[in-house]
């Protein structure tokens, strides 16, 4: 029973980030039907950015966050603008190509700028134990920042896409985006905004996972990168709350497999979750069945 | 493709086997390294041709196949190694195993469409490498270490050349007519009375067929398997291929896997800067020319009437 409610906690702190890469995923897909590969990239930029305010400045965690998060943003709209636009009317599968290329891209040139080795992140948070029921309970106190912080950013998204301006611009776009540039909506900006707040997301996941496994390396947003947007799919891609109910799922299975069995085989059965969610359900867990034209 | 194209283009196969034979197996002009990049530009044009065949011609994405190669590679090595199977049955025996995979994954997978069908071949693809690293029968995470080295230039190229010939033929063949048929419009083509899920199973694991091929050729060179060497990344070098080359075009398939892998081996000197090239070539490709070198026109051996006019009249026509 112990081990069994450890490892709930473990995949809830670890289903928080994924869910907040994953929500990335799913609102540029929401919008421009993007696969962006290159996001899990973008959380490595946020976690260096992260690294360079703590470790060598010296801030606190954060406005450390803050500054990740405003470097993330300026990345991702620079990604977008030289990348993507211009294939705004090309094939999915050129775009998914570019996606691709993009990666790849910051993948070297982070191994080129940044180094190869594994940077150990600072401890700015000390992990503190704290134990409940006699013990019989521990958590700590990365996974409390973790959690917490994940939360409010989910909170703020559900804010600003359920209740501001830019939010419901930012779901015309995605209900139908000739109508609403038709209704006098700036689709570029709306589709940079996407790219801002998905980015943002991005880089307090990568500082949380830098806080989590306590290093840093410039290829360490691939992995992460890939389980969010499984996570996404699960949920139903372009479904927000989707990709939060995917992240947990996804985490906490990861957390079960390597608990119960061996962490060799947790990403054999991520993947085989993901399948077989896909086969009982096409469009993922909380996704909407469309109808095809004829 | 008239009598005297067809015979051209046998004499031209003929001459480059044997000029590529004479260099390196007699006279010994060719370096090591660059032999090694022979042997990959015959396996990087089967891969690219073969999941042409799913993504291109028949318009499903697939993001797995590397993980059918993993199978071709593997079953090939057991069966040289452990049972003794003379080479050409050992790379049959993987390519088999590889189809029959192909079409347990594709039955149930091929009902999912695009972005789906993409994530969940890419998770079939990483199921494969997971369950790999768990199998210590094929020495787990470690891989297989000194597979016979039987793979030379003249088995790559008979392979090449036999891929590109079967799925030519079958692309021009009316199964092949139903797979465009599909791609174009699916709904279309299932009213049309096309029976759309054998036909995406079909090309499916044909496709895998012969990954499970290049798979093999691979294990008999490079001596050495692992699971990590067939990771996301090899499935992602296919499709680069196929979509440089052109979605629906065998020949700019080949020229892909061709020029992919001179490029990589011109660059390879350059280190991590040889990616950073790599990616912003394939960026700006997408961008200036987003449907690949060749589109979807091919090259036929019309080409040799223009580069060798004959008398007469063009009995082609």
Same mark, same amino acid.
């Given at each position: 029973?112990?081990?069994? &409610?450890?490892?709930?906690?473990?995949?809830?702190?670890?289903?928080?980030?994924?869910?907040?890469?994953?929500?990335? /995923?799913?609102?540029?897909?929401? &919008?421009?039907?993007?696969?962006n590969f290159a996001h899990g990239e973008i959380l490595m930029i946020g976690a260096y950015v992260g690294y360079y305010c703590v470790a060598v400045f010296g801030m606190n965690i954060y406005s450390a966050m803050v500054l990740s998060?405003?470097?993330?943003?300026?990345?991702?709209?620079?990604?977008?603008?030289?990348? /993507?636009?211009?294939?705004?009317?090309?094939?999915?599968?050129?775009?998914?190509?570019?996606?691709?290329?993009?990666?790849?891209?910051?993948?070297?040139?982070?191994?080129?700028?940044?180094?190869?080795?594994?940077?150990?992140?600072?401890?700015?948070?000390?992990?503190?134990?704290?134990?409940?029921?006699?013990?019989?309970?521990?958590?700590?106190?990365?996974?409390?920042?973790?959690?917490?912080?994940?939360?409010?950013?989910?909170?703020?998204?559900?804010?600003?896409?359920?209740?501001?301006?830019?939010?419901?611009?930012?779901?015309?776009?995605?209900?139908?985006?000739?109508?609403?540039?038709?209704?006098?909506?700036?689709?570029?900006?709306?589709?940079?905004?996407?790219? &801002? &707040?998905?980015?943002?997301?991005?880089?307090?996941?990568?500082?949380?996972?830098?806080?989590? /496994?306590?290093?840093?390396?410039?290829?360490?947003?691939?992995?992460?990168?890939?389980?969010?947007?499984?996570?996404?799919?699960?949920?139903?891609?372009?479904?927000?709350?989707?990709?939060?109910?995917?992240?947990?799922?996804?985490?906490?299975?990861?957390?079960?497999?390597?608990?119960?069995?061996?962490?060799?085989?947790?990403?054999?059965?991520?993947?085989?979750?993901?399948?077989?969610?896909?086969?009982?359900?096409?469009?993922?867990?909380?996704?909407?069945?469309?109808?095809?034209?004829? | 493709?008239?009598?005297?194209?067809?015979? %051209?283009?046998?004499?031209?196969?003929?001459?480059?086997?044997?000029?590529?034979?004479?260099?390196?197996?007699?006279?010994?002009?060719?370096?090591?390294?660059?032999?090694?990049?022979?042997?990959?530009? +015959?396996?990087?044009?089967?891969?690219?041709?073969?999941?042409?065949?799913? @993504?291109?011609?028949?318009?499903?994405?697939?993001? +797995?196949?590397?993980?059918?190669?993993?199978?071709?590679?593997?079953?090939?090595?057991?069966?040289?190694?452990?049972?003794?199977?003379?080479?050409?049955?050992?790379?049959?025996?993987?390519?088999?195993?590889?189809?029959?995979? +192909?079409?347990? %994954? =594709?039955?149930?997978? $091929?009902?999912?469409?695009?972005?789906?069908?993409?994530?969940?071949?890419?998770?079939?693809?990483?199921?494969?490498?997971?369950? $790999?690293?768990?199998?210590?029968?094929?020495?787990?995470?470690?891989?297989?270490?000194?597979?016979?080295?039987?793979?030379?230039?003249?088995?790559?190229?008979?392979? #090449? @050349?036999? #891929? @590109?010939? %079967?799925?030519?033929?079958?692309?021009?063949?009316?199964?092949?007519?139903?797979?465009?048929?599909?791609?174009?419009?699916?709904?279309?083509?299932?009213?049309?009375?096309?029976? #759309?899920?054998?036909y995406k199973t079909l090309a499916f694991s044909l496709g895998a067929f012969f990954a499970g091929i290049a798979g093999g050729l691979y294990s008999h060179y490079f001596f050495m398997i692992q699971p990590a060497t067939f990771a996301l990344q090899k499935s992602f070098d296919a499709l680069v291929m196929v979509v440089l080359g052109g979605l629906g075009s065998v020949t700019g398939?080949?020229?892909?896997?061709?020029?992919?892998?001179?490029?990589?081996?011109?660059?390879?000197? $350059? =280190?991590?800067?040889?990616?950073?090239?790599?990616?912003?070539?394939?960026?700006?490709?997408?961008?200036?020319?987003?449907?690949?070198?060749?589109?979807?026109?091919? $090259?036929? =051996?019309?080409?040799?009437?223009?580069?060798?006019?004959?008398? +007469?009249?063009?009995?082609?026509?």
């Open positions: 029973m112990e081990t069994f &409610i450890a490892q709930i906690l473990n995949g809830l702190s670890l289903g928080s980030i994924y869910a907040l890469i994953a929500l990335g /995923y799913t609102m540029v897909y929401g &919008i421009i039907q993007l696969i998060m405003l470097a993330s943003s300026v990345v991702g709209v620079l990604i977008e603008r030289i990348a /993507y636009k211009p294939l705004r009317n090309s094939g999915r599968l050129s775009v998914l190509i570019t996606a691709i290329g993009m990666s790849l891209l910051l993948q070297n040139g982070g191994l080129i700028v940044l180094g190869t080795d594994y940077v150990p992140f600072p401890q700015v948070i000390e992990r503190v134990p704290y134990h409940f029921f006699g013990g019989h309970l521990m958590v700590t106190s990365h996974q409390v920042l973790i959690f917490t912080v994940s939360i409010l950013m989910m909170i703020l998204l559900q804010y600003i896409v359920g209740y501001t301006k830019i939010g419901s611009a930012m779901r015309a776009v995605s209900h139908d985006r000739e109508a609403a540039s038709l209704m006098g909506i700036n689709v570029d900006n709306v589709i940079s905004f996407t790219f &801002i &707040i998905g980015s943002s997301l991005a880089a307090v996941a990568g500082v949380l996972l830098g806080l989590y /496994y306590q290093t840093i390396h410039p290829l360490m947003g691939f992995m992460p990168g890939l389980k969010a947007f499984v996570a996404a799919v699960l949920g139903g891609i372009g479904v927000i709350p989707g990709a939060m109910l995917g992240g947990f799922l996804l985490g906490i299975v990861e957390a079960m497999v390597s608990g119960y069995w061996s962490t060799t085989y947790k990403d054999p059965v991520v993947f085989i979750v993901l399948i077989i969610i896909l086969i009982v359900k096409p469009t993922g867990l909380l996704g909407k069945n469309t109808s095809e034209k004829v | 493709m008239s009598k005297r194209n067809l015979s %051209i283009i046998c004499i031209v196969l003929f001459l480059v086997w044997g000029l590529v034979f004479l260099a390196t197996d007699v006279f010994g002009f060719i370096n090591s390294f660059q032999q090694v990049n022979i042997i990959w530009a +015959g396996i990087n044009v089967i891969l690219a041709v073969s999941l042409n065949l799913v @993504v291109g011609f028949t318009g499903q994405l697939a993001l +797995g196949h590397a993980g059918f190669m993993a199978i071709g590679a593997y079953v090939s090595a057991v069966t040289t190694m452990q049972f003794g199977f003379p080479y050409p049955l050992a790379i049959l025996a993987g390519a088999l195993v590889s189809f029959l995979m +192909g079409i347990l %994954i =594709g039955l149930p997978t $091929l009902r999912l469409r695009g972005d789906y069908l993409a994530i969940a071949t890419l998770g079939f693809g990483e199921i494969i490498r997971g369950v $790999l690293v768990n199998i210590e029968y094929v020495g787990g995470a470690a891989g297989i270490n000194g597979i016979p080295k039987i793979t030379n230039w003249t088995w790559t190229f008979v392979m #090449t @050349v036999f #891929t @590109v010939v %079967i799925i030519n033929n079958f692309i021009k063949s009316m199964h092949g007519k139903a797979c465009i048929t599909i791609r174009d419009d699916e709904v279309a083509a299932e009213l049309m009375g096309i029976n #759309t899920t054998y398939a080949v020229f892909a896997g061709l020029g992919v892998t001179f490029l990589n081996a011109a660059l390879i000197e $350059l =280190g991590a800067f040889r990616m950073v090239i790599y990616s912003i070539l394939l960026v700006a490709v997408m961008i200036f020319r987003p449907q690949g070198l060749m589109g979807n026109k091919e $090259l036929s =051996g019309k080409i040799f009437d223009r580069i060798l006019p004959k008398k +007469g009249g063009n009995d082609d026509a």
